[in-house]
């Protein structure tokens, strides 16, 4: 009698947790309705569609907030207008309060109760969101495309954990994309405003001018730009997310203020040089924690670091690097400043273009450049061997000493570089002129940002 009772109780738990399984699932998956899947994001989907024939595993990777689940609703759109059976596609988002105890059993329940609910036929696509927040998932993974249960596209907020975790247990398998923020053009697209030539850019500059300063001021994470009120707000919390759960919770890091400061510190201090002795010198924190820390920043794409260009690996390594916001609205929000610096903003919205390019084509890196005598050169874009751009970004050139210490810098590494033309970004001001043969190029940054 006991063990008749023992049983059925096993099965109605099984059964309750099959349908509480069921229930979450419904709500993230397209079988039993439409979902919002957001304004479309071509370049990023171009890549997903290209890379999703493959049987490895599609990592998409980047900040939080930065519309990787979208990514992944979009992309099961896309296989849905394209004839796959919505049964045949299983979106599971890990952060779903509704999942408790995560694990890797708590994985193959859920894939178990999904066959058993919707009994799919061919080639199942697994979309599995945030799934660091799964301890010890890189083996399920694995096992699960090793035996080819399904085509898996993965997301994650963690570059290390998702390019070097799962590496050891996936070498060779697996392809990555890396979302960031919107783009300008993004962002103009997400405004309703099209700007197609420079016709356009003429006709409605106005406008234009007018979402630029919301976009350098608020930054591109795509909810910030579509919410109208309480920008900073989200700000505030994408950034405690960040903090308290990619780092605090993942890293288990107890000198929690320490690693909070050290965030300011680089969010209040963009576009400039630092170094790791100097930053711990400051924040009195030692050397190594420092670095250590400030690989966890990176890592949960918070900041980026930029190192000085030199053929000498050494070099490169013990140079000051320049440091970076993932947005410029984090570091407005979060940074210490007095007033706008408008500079500095240029050049981190710079980066950040030059960053999603490198990221869309694996052959391009970056650096800055300077000289034993201290000149310096923002950005040196080099393509597989080849040196191919030099780029400054001045947003105002009526200072005549400035125009000068940025064109004199410019031409130096040009003539290090074997170059014949060079770039300085600007406000508003374009034109060209010729130095003993070498010629500098001036265009706004609007204008660069949209590649016209």
């Excluded at 994650?156 to 697996?174: F, I, Q």
């Excluded at 007018?210 to 009120?229: D, T």
């Excluded at 508003?428 to 043969?437: K, Q, T």
Aim: with cysteine.
């Amino acid at each position: 009698m006991y063990d008749e009772i023992l049983t059925n109780y096993h099965i109605y738990n099984n059964y309750m947790e099959k349908n509480n399984l069921l229930g979450i699932l419904n709500d993230w998956n397209f079988w039993k309705k439409d979902l919002a899947s957001g304004i479309r994001r071509n370049s990023y989907l171009t890549v997903l569609e290209k890379m999703l024939p493959s049987q490895q595993v599609k990592i998409i990777t980047g900040a939080r907030r930065s519309g990787k689940s979208f990514l992944m609703r979009q992309l099961a759109k896309k296989l849905i207008a394209s004839g796959v059976d919505k049964k045949n596609i299983l979106i599971v988002n890990f952060e779903d309060p509704g999942f408790v105890n995560l694990s890797t059993d708590l994985l193959s329940q859920i894939f178990n109760a999904y066959l058993e609910s919707q009994t799919p036929k061919g080639t199942i696509y697994l979309f599995l969101d945030e799934i660091q927040e799964v301890p010890r998932w890189e083996k399920w993974v694995r096992t699960t495309q090793e035996l080819a249960k399904a085509n898996l596209v993965l997301s994650g907020s963690n570059s290390k954990l998702l390019s070097g975790e799962l590496a050891t247990v996936l070498t060779g398998r697996h392809l990555d994309v890396t979302v960031m923020p919107l783009s300008f053009q993004e962002f103009l697209n997400f405004k309703n405003l099209t700007i197609k030539n420079n016709s356009d850019l003429i006709a409605k500059n106005v406008k234009l001018k007018k979402l630029f300063q919301e976009f350098s001021e608020f930054g591109s994470f795509p909810i910030v730009v579509l919410e109208e009120e309480k920008k900073k707000e989200l700000l505030l919390n994408y950034y405690d997310d960040t903090v308290n759960r990619d780092l605090i919770k993942r890293y288990k890091i107890r000198k929690t203020e320490k690693l909070k400061s050290l965030a300011n510190f680089y969010l209040s201090n963009i576009s400039s040089p630092i170094t790791f002795n100097s930053a711990g010198q400051f924040l009195q924190m030692s050397a190594e924690t420092t670095e250590r820390f400030s690989g966890y920043l990176e890592a949960s794409y918070l900041v980026f670091f930029l190192k000085r260009f030199s053929y000498k690996f050494k070099e490169q390594e013990k140079s000051p690097r320049k440091v970076y916001a993932v947005d410029t609205g984090i570091a407005n929000t979060i940074g210490f400043r007095f007033s706008p610096n408008l500079g500095k903003l240029a050049e981190n919205i710079v980066f950040l273009e030059l960053k999603r390019r490198s990221y869309l084509n694996p052959f391009l890196a970056i650096y800055y450049w300077k000289s034993l005598a201290d000149e310096e050169v923002d950005f040196v874009i080099k393509e597989d061997t080849i040196i191919k751009e030099l780029i400054q970004v001045c947003w105002n050139l009526s200072d005549i000493k400035t125009k000068k210490r940025e064109i004199k810098a410019l031409l130096k590494a040009m003539a290090e570089f074997k170059l014949k033309s060079g770039l300085i970004i600007t406000e508003d001001f374009e034109g060209e002129e010729n130095y003993d043969g070498k010629k500098v190029r001036y265009v706004s940054l609007k204008r660069w940002l949209l590649k016209l």
